[in-house]
């Protein structure tokens, strides 16, 4: 059986998107208890129009939140009625909860994975690994870690990402040799700066399918499985990335409304639109899984719906299912890299 917090409080939306999601869930998969941590009578207002298995739904009450503008360092500490604080002492000592989903502050979040729950041994930092679409095929794929949790990074770090990202693929996605790329500006080996001119011979020695750097540019291009990159370049990549597919898909829609001959043409390719439109939406997409912590921690968006949601939910119980703590600990304990920072 599968325990899973889902930290209610935090999110833009009302707790009603999140409390469906994981009443999904919940109905799905017959091994799987969900903890719901936030403000009970809000959540109770949903359950009680709902149908599931009650056995398999807790409620930890907790009215206060934590928010984006908050200090985390120290509202992790000290806001201590908050539903994320609650979430990560249940997750920290309760050995039967293997997992919190949450869609609060990335920063707390981030402030408490490493404050309460700490990392596995041999890991130098954790990662936070998004999953993004590809355009080579439908149910393509492309993780990208760091994406922010590590703003500047050592070459030790950058290989941890790469061992932590490679067994993430292999055991939760069955990706059986993931293609491996070092973010660049170029692809030649000699490009970069001095963390990648470093990095770049330490990552061919590694038990990973390495297969050079990458650009940018071709993120979204199906040519690899998994990109490693520092936590400031890493967002920048993803945040820049999500932003132009998101502005093309408006400059679409504002050019076929203005013009007659578009509107026509657009009717024979609804089906075509939609299909890439869901294919971008990240609301159908699970969040980013902190890769290297001591139990799952999955960082959904903060506008996720309950499908985003659901799928976090899902991923994070297919982690468990995977073990991947543990797998994580064997990979990293095969290569002797020296993690004093």
């Known amino acids: 059986m599968s325990k899973i917090i889902l930290d209610v409080n935090g999110a833009d939306y009302s707790p009603t998107e999140l409390v469906l999601g994981a009443i999904k869930a919940v109905n799905f998969h017959t091994d799987l208890t969900m903890v719901l941590c936030g403000n009970q009578p809000e959540i109770e207002e949903v359950l009680k129009t709902e149908t599931y298995d009650k ?15 908050d200090v985390p360092t120290v509202a992790i500490k000290t806001k201590t009625e908050s ?6 002492e249940m997750l920290r000592n309760d050995e039967t909860v293997s997992a919190i989903v949450s869609a609060g502050s990335t920063g707390a979040v981030l402030t408490g994975a490493f404050l309460r729950i700490g990392r596995i041994k041999g ?8 999953i993004l679409p590809t355009i080579d095929r439908e149910d393509g794929m492309v993780a990208l870690t760091d994406s922010g949790a590590n703003v500047d990074c050592k070459p030790i770090n950058l290989a941890h990402f790469a061992i932590m990202g490679s067994a993430y693929l292999k055991c939760v996605y069955g990706i059986n040799s993931p293609r491996v790329a070092l973010l660049n500006i170029g692809t030649e080996e000699k490009k970069g700066n ?17 297969v050079g750097n990458m650009e940018g540019r071709d993120l979204l291009s199906g ?3 998994l990109v490693v990159a520092d936590g400031f370049a890493g967002n920048v990549l993803l945040k820049s990335t999500e932003g132009a597919v998101l502005n093309l898909l408006k400059l679409l829609k504002t050019d076929i409304k203005s013009h007659t001959s578009s509107k026509v043409g657009a009717l024979f390719m609804k089906g075509t639109f939609d299909r890439i439109k869901r294919r971008m939406d990240y609301n159908n997409r699970a969040g980013a899984v902190l890769l290297g912590c001591k139990k799952l921690v999955v960082k959904s968006h903060g506008s996720s719906k309950r499908e985003s949601i659901y799928q976090s939910i899902l991923l994070a119980y297919n982690m468990d299912k995977a073990n991947l703590c543990k797998v994580i600990e064997d990979e990293i304990s095969k290569v002797e890299l020296d993690i004093n920072e």
């Open 83 to 88: 539903s994320l604080y609650k979430a990560y």
């Open 123 to 130: 890991v130098s930092r954790p990662a936070l690994c998004p």
């Open 223 to 225: 040519n690899v499985d």
């Open 194 to 210: 001095d963390l990648l001119h470093e990095t770049y011979p330490i990552f061919k020695n590694l038990p990973i399918n390495f």
């Open 55 to 69: 056995s398999r739904i807790e409620i930890v009450h907790a009215p206060d939140t934590i928010t984006n503008m």
